[in-house]
C-alpha cells in the first residue's frame, strides 16, 4: 500500500487547501475476499476517474451519503443549502470539485514518485443504490479502504477499487523509477565509478510549461450561474507580468506577446532556484 499512502498524502493535501481545514488519511488496507457489507449494501456516491497518458485505466473512489453531506456542508459553508438539496445538483457539483482537487493530488504525488506525468481525466460522479456492482471485488479489480478526518468530523470508510491491470503497470513504473536513481541524489554511477549527471543528459527532457494569466477564487454559487458571456474578474491587473509554470513551479514572469498569430510570453524575468524557481 505504499504507493496508495503516497497517493493519499498528496490529495489529502489538497484537499486541505480547499477546504480550509486539516484533512487527515488512515492507512489504507487492501480489501481482501469479500468486499465491506457498506460498500454493497449502502447507497453510495461513486466517483469515477480516467487515467491517460503514461498510466491508462479507470479508478473508482466511493464513498457513503452521509460522508458526501459533510463534504457538502463544509463546501458549503455559508450558504442556504436545505439538507434535501445536498445531494442535488448543486451539492454533487460541489463533490465534484472536491474529488477533483483529492484526484488531482492523487496523480501529482504519484508522478513525483514514478517519475512520470500522471494524467487524468475529469471526474463522473453518480450515486448509485445499494446493491449495485458498480464497485466491483474480484480478480480483475483491487480494493483499498480507508478512513479520513476532516476538521474535528471523522467520516466513515471509503473505498477506492482499481483496475489490477492498472495496479500491476502501477507497480512496474515504480520499479522502474526506482533502479533508475542513482544511488547517491546528483551522481550517477558507471563501471569506472560515480560521476556527476550533466545538464547535457537532462537536455531533451521534456517539461510541461503553463503560462497564467490570473486567478479567482469563486463560489459554487458563481459556477453554477455561468453562461455565454459571463466576465470572472482575475486578482491581476492589465499592466503586471504574466507567471510561467514549469512542472508547476514558478519559474520566469513576462508579458504575453503576438507571435505568428499565437499567443506568446515575452520572458520579463527569469527565477532562481532561492526564489522559488526551478
Not at 13 to 26: K, R, Y
Amino acid at each position: 500500500c505504499e504507493l496508495v499512502q503516497v497517493m493519499l498524502a498528496g490529495g489529502a493535501g489538497n484537499l486541505q487547501s480547499l477546504l480550509s481545514t486539516d484533512v487527515v488519511f488512515s492507512t489504507a488496507e487492501v480489501i481482501d475476499g469479500s468486499p465491506p457489507e457498506a460498500a454493497t449494501e449502502d447507497s453510495l456516491v461513486v466517483v469515477g476517474v480516467q487515467f491517460t497518458g503514461t498510466l491508462t485505466g479507470e479508478t473508482l473512489l466511493a464513498l457513503t451519503l452521509d460522508e458526501a453531506r459533510a463534504i457538502v456542508r463544509l463546501m458549503t459553508a455559508g450558504m442556504d443549502v436545505a439538507e434535501e438539496d445536498l445531494l442535488g445538483e448543486l451539492g454533487l457539483s460541489a463533490i465534484g470539485e472536491a474529488m477533483n482537487q483529492l484526484m488531482a493530488g492523487f496523480s501529482r504525488s504519484l508522478g513525483e514518485r514514478i517519475d512520470r506525468v500522471v494524467q487524468i481525466g475529469p471526474p463522473e460522479i453518480e450515486v448509485v443504490e445499494h446493491g449495485s456492482d458498480r464497485l466491483k471485488f474480484d480478480d480483475q479489480h483491487t480494493g483499498f479502504s480507508f478512513t479520513a478526518t476532516i476538521g474535528h468530523d471523522p467520516l466513515g470508510a471509503l473505498y477506492w477499487v482499481m483496475d489490477t491491470s492498472f495496479v500491476v503497470e502501477l507497480l512496474e513504473l515504480a520499479n522502474e523509477s526506482a533502479e533508475a536513481a542513482p544511488s547517491d541524489p546528483g551522481q550517477a554511477t558507471s563501471g569506472d565509478g560515480p560521476a556527476v549527471v550533466g545538464l547535457g543528459t537532462l537536455a531533451d527532457l521534456e517539461l510541461t510549461a503553463v503560462v497564467e494569466l490570473g486567478r479567482a477564487t469563486l463560489p459554487i454559487r458563481t459556477l453554477l450561474g455561468m453562461d455565454q458571456g459571463s466576465v470572472i474578474r482575475l486578482g491581476r491587473t492589465v499592466d503586471e507580468p504574466a507567471d510561467l509554470y514549469v512542472n508547476g513551479t514558478l519559474a520566469a514572469k513576462g508579458d504575453i506577446v503576438l507571435v505568428d498569430g499565437k499567443l506568446g510570453l515575452r520572458v520579463r524575468e527569469v527565477l532562481t532556484v532561492k526564489e522559488g524557481g526551478i
